[in-house]
């Protein structure tokens, strides 16, 4: 089965980085569109980037030309950089796949501390 683990997450100073990375199994990784989504408390799930398979991406307004998404099929893991983080990027991070359904991993908390 589709099977999504994320890490990276941790806490952070507002102006720094982190990078997180998402371990895919059970799918055919370089045909899946993949994508970067978050959940602040109280608030609704958001995406914030999306990567296709022939590498085109798209970025929430929030986030363009802070973070970056990326995608090594030969690994079947996705990452987001992120940098220059502020204290409203705190939230839960999820990864998600399309393939048909979307399948969702279990979260990474990014905590942005001002």
């Known amino acids: 089965q589709v099977q999504l683990v994320e890490s990276g997450g941790g806490l952070v100073q507002a102006g720094g980085s982190l990078r997180l990375s998402c371990a895919a199994s059970g799918l055919t990784f370089s045909t899946t569109v993949m994508n970067w989504y978050r959940q602040a408390p109280g608030k609704q799930r958001e995406l914030v980037a999306q990567t296709s398979s022939g590498g085109t991406t798209y970025y929430a307004n929030s986030v363009k030309g802070r973070f970056t998404i990326s995608r090594d099929n030969a690994k079947n893991t996705l990452y987001l950089q992120m940098n220059s983080l502020k204290p409203e990027d705190t939230a839960m991070y999820y990864c998600?796949?399309?393939?048909?359904?979307?399948?969702w991993g279990q979260g990474t908390q990014v905590t942005v501390s001002s």
């Open positions: 998600a796949a399309n393939r048909g359904a979307i399948y």
